[in-house]
């Protein structure tokens, strides 16, 4: 069974920090490039970030540039979102996808998008 789950969500103050976990199982998530979307209440899905397979290329929202850092453990299957300095405005669903290609051109439009994991909500409040 092909699966990807994310984890790490939760509440956290304004100015915190939160690591997001993406684990895939059944799958190698070696010759993919892997992600993040977010979507906050009442707004689109929004790219946030992408890796590509090697973790050598790394993409950002400018919304999130110099705060959050991706990174890949290829070993434990597993791709990171570190977030930190974290705003109000960052409160959404946060959800992992595999591209099915390698690299991340095009990754934060949306394209050659492949498996999604079911999310997990990142709320930031005091």
Known sequence: QLEVVESGGGLVQPGGSLRLSCTASGFSLDYYAVGWFRQAEGKEREGVSCISS???DTTY???VKGRFTISRDNGLNTVYLQM???KPEDTAVYSCAVSTKYYCSGYMEGMNLGSW???TQVIVSS
């Open 84 to 86: 930190d300095s974290l």
């Open 54 to 56: 090697s973790g050598s």
């Open 61 to 63: 929202a400018d919304s």
């Open 117 to 119: 994991g079911q999310g």
